[in-house]
């Protein structure tokens, strides 16, 4: 069974950075494209960042500061995000791609605020 746990998520200034990590445990991790959705109290969850066979897309919100990357010997996702603005404020999931197997994990939590 195939499960997702994100971390590295925290308080940043307007304008800092995070890296949030996805470990994956279960499934064949080479096959699988992977994306970082995000989820506010009052929004949807929405797709950030997708990794598909080499090609990734992003969000227009996030396009030139938030980076998806993958490590496959570590089995790990990650998303850089860059120069943060306080509306990048949300839980941060991650999930395979194109098929969503496993569970939602318990998500990493983001706030950026001065």
């Known amino acids: 069974q195939v499960q997702l746990v994100e971390s590295g998520g925290g308080l940043v200034q307007p304008g800092g950075s995070l890296r949030l990590s996805c470990a994956v445990s279960g499934g064949i991790f080479s096959i699988f494209g992977f994306r970082w959705y995000r989820q506010t109290p009052e929004n949807e969850r929405e797709v950030v960042a997708t990794?598909?066979?080499?090609?990734?897309t992003y969000a227009d919100s996030v396009k030139g500061r938030f980076i998806i990357s993958r490590d496959d010997p570590k089995r790990a996702v990650y998303l850089q995000m860059n120069d943060l603005k306080p509306e990048d404020t949300a839980v941060y999931y991650c999930a395979t791609y194109p098929v969503r197997y496993g569970s939602w994990g318990q998500g990493t939590q983001v706030i950026v605020s001065s």
């Open positions: 990794l598909n066979k080499g090609s990734t």
